[in-house]
């Protein structure tokens, strides 16, 4: 099946700093990846829509000069928190869609961002 | 307004029982609903996709219904295991190519 990895799967940061964080779709091509935020004992919220080659839709209430989405190429997307803050903490998880279904979205494991 | 509801109590059951997971939705109008598993720390496994136009769809142990009239899909395991103790979340796409989530429901299946 398709597999979609995250990098890092755990990051503590200081509050200020930034954080960059890599979604890959392994063993397909993704023309388009979500990012997905998760507090404990939440669901999964949007956070923005990323498509390869152009610029990412954030859904209400994200800031986008905050949460950096970059879709450079058809396997890769990154999302980077700047000048992180202690409420940033959160399990961050992407998804891509496979063209070949595209109904389906496949998510990588997720990464546990712990601002201090 | 919009909303994805599961039961937020977790669910307890015994093992070899079936587990039944409810999904209720108002205000959308979904082309099709998804099931995904979840274990702690980890990401969303995909399970099942039933369609609008699709009652019922099985996998192996899993079942799923989809009413569009009482805008409700259930997930049924049968002979469930302690394995499948996780949790479950339905997902709808209203027509945008996003999926909304519901919370999710606990399930715990002891020996």
């Known amino acids: 099946g398709a597999v979609v990895s995250q990098h890092p799967s755990r990051v503590i940061c200081k509050s200020g700093t930034s954080v960059k964080i890599e979604c890959r779709s392994l063993d397909f091509q993704a023309t388009t990846m979500f990012w997905y935020r998760q507090f404990p004992k939440q669901s999964l919220m949007l956070m923005a829509t990323?498509?390869?080659?152009?610029?990412?839709?954030?859904e209400q209430g994200v800031e986008k000069d905050k949460f950096l989405i970059n879709h450079a190429s058809l396997t890769l997307s990154t999302l980077t928190v700047t000048s992180a803050h202690p409420e940033d903490s959160s399990f961050y998880i992407c998804?891509?869609?496979?063209?070949?279904?595209?109904?389906?979205?496949?998510f990588g494991p997720g990464t546990r961002l712990t601002v201090l | 307004s919009q909303k994805i509801e599961q039961n937020s109590e977790a669910l307890n059951i015994q093992e070899g029982k079936t587990a039944t997971l409810t999904c209720n939705y108002t205000?959308?109008?979904?082309?099709?609903l998804q099931w995904y598993r979840q274990d702690p720390g980890r990401g969303p496994v995909f399970l099942l996709l039933?369609?609008?136009?699709?009652k019922e769809k099985r996998k192996e142990r899993l079942k799923v219904t989809f009413d569009t009239t009482l805008k409700q899909s259930l997930f049924h395991i049968t002979a469930s295991q302690p394995a499948d103790s996780a949790t479950y979340l339905c997902?709808?796409?209203?027509?945008?190519?996003?999926?909304?989530f519901g919370q999710g429901t606990e399930l715990s299946v002891k020996p």
């Open positions: 997902a709808l796409d209203p027509r945008g190519g996003k999926l909304i």
């Open positions: 205000n959308y109008s979904p082309a099709y």
């Open positions: 998804s891509a869609r496979d063209g070949a279904t595209p109904d389906t979205q496949y």
């Open positions: 039933i369609r609008e136009n699709e």
């Open positions: 990323s498509n390869e080659g152009s610029k990412a839709t954030y």
